[in-house]
């Protein structure tokens, strides 16, 4: 007779355990990627237990870290249905809140404070993906601990717990500035390496290096300082700090819903839909003031049986690769679109035939001159050498209507593509370079 001994509940628990741990997200990331999140978060979790051991924690800070907490929470609240674009940095300006309690309190609470928020908002916002959110939670984590750990090591006389008078209040204002400089720096440096392990070909100056993304930076920067100064001087005035942080978060969500809609997802250059509105502006405006104007539609050579034949992802860093020469070639004012395919369109303001000529030439050669490396995919590896043709139509008395203008570009660019490619036709004369 066999005799059937019941498995322990402890036992049984383990295999339930794993399959839980194996189901995670980040299993699926692929290396180094998964190696980097990994080792962050664990660098993260060992910095918060090391502070919290050695921290001696007096009610009083308690009291003050509940407190900024708080306010964290009701800025979350008040922006949580504002729908946030996926795939965009997003800024929920949660920092002003660790820079005060990385100022004000001990650096253990500067270590810990991203933690309670990242589970408050996987708790509010289950839609997240676990693992990224994690992941900022130890950068956020290692970025304000070590501005406070810095903070707190600066001599009295330029730092110290309140901001005094005169010249001290000046300097402790400048020391505040500095530590949230240094956890701006540790947090987007740490986030931007992970950026580039993902995405191979991310461009971190599109990423960060806009006037728009450094603008709000020193906002954000200002705000904290603004938080930490008030907050060292009395903590319940932080209350008054709060309705300028929950206004300012969702007009920058706004913002951001607002010029995602205006741009192509896979370019970042203006969507066809836009350029034409914004297009038909800039022409209405030279026929009002008689100003010069041109507009340009550029056309990639044998574009369609490069997509045949290598696919997708060849495709695509292909197109951004080549937007961002058009980018790089033409800063300032001149409104760039996509208008779908592989034809992208131009309106350049105040601009003659022959210095449109000119600039569609300079742009011509740039593109033919530089090869595009694949980095990823089944084809990473090749270099490709991409030429694209041009056709030119400036505005002149007869042109009522900016699509006269874009079907004479478009007649100028057949031109270009009928005589052999890898030209610039300009309407209505029909020669090319």
Known sequence: MTT?????????????VLRRLRSWQIWSVPNPLRSYVL???????????????????????????????????????????????????SRDLQTVWYLAIAVGLPPAYAFLAPLPLTVYKLWRMPQMIVYRRVFSNATLSLAYGCASLTFHHLPKDVAGTHPGTDSHALAWTGAVALCGVIGWLINHVLLLVAIKLSEPTARFRELLGTRE?????????????????????????????????????????????????????????LNAVTWRREATAEFSRAQRTHSPLAVAVIDIDHFKSINETAGEVVRDQLLRDIAGMLKEQLPGHDLIGRFGGQEFAILFPQTSREEARHISERLRDRIAGEPIAIESGSQAGYVFRLTVSIGVAVLNESRRALAELIGEADSALDKAKSTGWSKVVVYPDGSGE
């Open 213 to 269: 993304s450094i603008t709000s930076d020193l906002v954000e920067l200002s705000l904290a300082v603004t938080v930490s100064l008030i907050v060292a001087i009395n903590a319940v005035l932080m209350v008054l700090a709060l309705p300028s942080i929950v206004l300012y978060r969702r007009y920058l969500m706004n913002a951001q819903r607002i010029a995602h809609a205006r741009m192509d997802a896979e370019t970042g250059l």
């Open 39 to 89: 080792t962050i978060t664990a660098l993260g979790v060992g910095s918060c237990v090391t502070a919290a051991v050695v921290t001696s924690w007096k009610p009083s800070d308690l009291a003050r870290f509940a407190a900024l907490l708080a306010c964290a929470v009701v800025a979350i609240e008040a922006t949580r249905h504002v729908k946030e674009i996926h795939g965009a940095l």
């Open 4 to 16: 059937v001994r019941p498995v322990p509940e402890s036992a049984s628990a383990v295999p339930r």
